[in-house]
């Protein structure tokens, strides 16, 4: 049972570029979410969806865009990459989070850009 | 907007001496609340949760926390720490019935062997 998984774990990229942080979950969960974890900040919630075809936007949703074609797959994506979006991110799963309250998180996907 | 604060930043304790670490939310509604732990090089996995019913909600590895409705808190307690919970500990406020979690700054646990 794989549980999350994201990848790819490490990018550096130069500022203006554009890249996907992939993520895949194998419990058949509804709620999918992205998180960046930044020190003295913790985890800021970016993006999150609900089911197939349904997303929603968090704390902090400027400069990244989402996807749920899927129930397996949420994908983050970055169109043109800055500084201040190097960070940590965490995808992460949950059968409803509203009633459950457990989120299942990846390894995170640690990004740096230049 | 909903906030959630973590006032201690960085913990440092010696093994066998008590825990307990601060979380107050800003939500005035129904609230879920939970604590997460994060090991060095993991990944974040909960600790304990508190839904409904007796405030005080014991997880794994020894810990509780007791939500204080008046006071908008659910600080987190161990009456004993060990090397292992080395760590840094999340406190997350989750609205009834909502799909947005959010996690306050964290504290850093250091347990000196």
């Known amino acids: 049972n794989a549980g999350v998984t994201q990848t790819p774990k490490f990018q550096v990229l130069k500022t203006g570029q554009s890249m996907t942080l992939q993520c895949a979950q194998d419990m058949n969960h509804e709620y999918m979410s992205w998180y960046r974890q930044d020190p003295g900040m913790g985890l800021r919630l970016i993006h999150y969806s609900v089911g197939a075809g349904i997303t929603d936007q968090g704390e902090v949703p400027n400069g990244y865009n989402v996807s749920r074609s899927t129930t397996e797959d949420f994908p983050l994506r970055l169109l043109s990459a800055a500084p201040s979006q190097t960070s940590v991110y965490f995808c992460a799963s949950s059968y409803r989070v509203s009633n459950t309250g457990e989120l299942f998180f990846g390894e995170g996907s640690r990004l740096t850009v230049l | 907007a909903q906030s959630v604060s973590q006032h201690n930043h960085h913990v440092i304790l010696s093994e066998a001496a008590s825990l307990e670490l601060g979380c107050n939310y800003s939500?005035?509604?129904?609230?879920?609340l939970f604590w997460y732990v994060q090991y060095p090089g993991q990944h974040l996995q909960l600790l304990l949760k508190?839904?409904?019913?007796?405030?005080l909600v014991k997880g794994i590895k020894g810990f509780e926390a007791e939500f204080i409705k008046s006071k908008f808190s659910f600080n987190l307690r161990k009456p004993s720490v060990q090397w292992s919970d080395t760590a840094e500990y999340f406190c997350a406020v989750n609205p009834y019935n909502n799909n947005d979690m959010r996690f306050g700054a964290g504290t850093r646990l250091t347990v000196k062997p």
């Open positions: 508190y839904f409904s019913g007796d405030p």
């Open positions: 939500y005035g509604g129904t609230v879920n």
